[in-house]
C-alpha cells in the first residue's frame, strides 16, 4: 500500500447482532460522501438503511465442480475410486452438492470427460447511495460468504475510491474470526470493533483482538448498549487497558435505535438522542485516529 491509498476502516464485531451496521450506517451519514464496503454478505443489512442503487452486478464464483461429458465417458470408474468426497455413485454420475471441487476426478480420467466448471456463489455489485458509492454483494441461495467474495468486494471498493479520488473506504465487516474477516482485514487502516455487555460478548471480543494482534492492526472498541450491565462493561473496560484498545466510547441502550431502522434511516439522521451525539462523538475519534496512521 502506498501514502496515496485510501485509508480503510473495519468496524467488525465477535458475532453478529452486537449494532455494527447501525455505527456503520451513522458513520456513512456523518463522512463526506466516503466509499463504503458492506463485507458483511450473510446479514447484508446495510442497504436496508442506505438504499442503494444498483449500477453494476456482476457475477461471482467461489469455487468449481465436476461436470462429465456422457459421450466421452466409459465407464471404467477410475474417477469414483479416486474421489475422497463420495461424490460420484455407482453409476459414475457427479453431484455436484458433495462435490468439492478438488478436481482429482478431472487429472485421472483417462478419457478427458470430466472439466472443472465455476458455480455460481452470489454477486458483486456496485451501487450509488446518498451517502458515496458503495461495494456490496449478495449470495446465492445455500451458499456462504467466501474470503473470496469479501476480497472481490474490497478490491471493487478500493478501485471506486480511486476512480472518484475518495481518501476513505468504510467496511462492514462479518462478524467472527472465520476466513471472510481474515479477507476483510486485509490492508485495513484502523479496526472499530462493537461489542456488548454480554459474558460471551467478553469472550467474543478476546478472539476478535487476537486476531488484530496477529495481523498487527490497531483495535478501538465501542460498548454498544453498555448500560445494561455495568459490571460485564467494566471488565471490558479492563481487558481493553490490558490489551491496549482504545475506547472510543460508549453507547447507552435506546429503543430509538430500533425506530430509526423501522423508518429505514440512521440513528444520527433520525434522532439528536444520547445515542446519536454519542455516535458523532466516536466518529471524531474515528477520523482523528484515522489521522494517525501512517
Ligand atoms: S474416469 Fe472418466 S471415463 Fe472413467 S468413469 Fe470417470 S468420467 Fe467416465
Ligand atoms: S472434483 Fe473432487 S470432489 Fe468433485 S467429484 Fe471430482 S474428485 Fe470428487
Redesign the pocket.
Known amino acids: 500500500m502506498n501514502s496515496e491509498d485510501p485509508k480503510q476502516l473495519l468496524v467488525i464485531s465477535g458475532k453478529g447482532g452486537t449494532g455494527k451496521t447501525t455505527i456503520v450506517a451513522s458513520f456513512a451519514a456523518l463522512a463526506d460522501g466516503e466509499v463504503l464496503s458492506d463485507c458483511d454478505v450473510d446479514a447484508a443489512d446495510l442497504h436496508l438503511i442506505l438504499h442503494p442503487e444498483v449500477k453494476t452486478r456482476e457475477e461471482f464464483s467461489g469455487g468449481k465442480v465436476a461436470v462429465?461429458?456422457d459421450n466421452?465417458?466409459?465407464?471404467?470408474?477410475?474417477?469414483?475410486e479416486h474421489c475422497r468426497y463420495d461424490a460420484?455413485d455407482e453409476n459414475?454420475e457427479i453431484d455436484s452438492f458433495s462435490c468439492e471441487g478438488c478436481g482429482v476426478?478431472e487429472y485421472?480420467?483417462?478419457?478427458?470427460?470430466?472439466t472443472m466448471e465455476p458455480v455460481l456463489s452470489g454477486y458483486s455489485i456496485e451501487s450509488s447511495t446518498e451517502y458515496g458509492n458503495m461495494a456490496h454483494g449478495e449470495l446465492v441461495a445455500g451458499e456462504e460468504t467466501s474470503g473470496k467474495l469479501v476480497t472481490d468486494i474490497k478490491q471493487k471498493a478500493g478501485k471506486i475510491a480511486e476512480d472518484t479520488g475518495k481518501e476513505l473506504i468504510i467496511i462492514d465487516g462479518s462478524p467472527g474470526i472465520g476466513c471472510p474477516v481474515i479477507a476483510s482485514l486485509s490492508n485495513v487502516d484502523l479496526a472499530l470493533i462493537v461489542t456488548e455487555p454480554t459474558l460471551s460478548g467478553l469472550s467474543d471480543l478476546r478472539r476478535v483482538t487476537g486476531l488484530l494482534d496477529h495481523f498487527e492492526i490497531q483495535g478501538n472498541i465501542v460498548i454498544n448498549k453498555y448500560d445494561l450491565n455495568l459490571e460485564v462493561t467494566g471488565k471490558i473496560e479492563e481487558l481493553a487497558e490490558e490489551d491496549g484498545l482504545t475506547l472510543l466510547g460508549k453507547i447507552p441502550y435506546d429503543s430509538v435505535v430500533t425506530e430509526a431502522m423501522v423508518h429505514e434511516k440512521s440513528v444520527v439522521e433520525y434522532s439528536s438522542s444520547p445515542v446519536a451525539r454519542e455516535i458523532e462523538s466516536i466518529w471524531k475519534k474515528v477520523k482523528r485516529a484515522l489521522k494517525d496512521v501512517s
Open positions: 462429465k461429458d466421452l465417458c466409459t465407464d471404467c470408474g477410475i474417477c469414483r460420484i459414475f476426478c485421472v480420467c483417462p478419457e478427458d470427460a470430466i
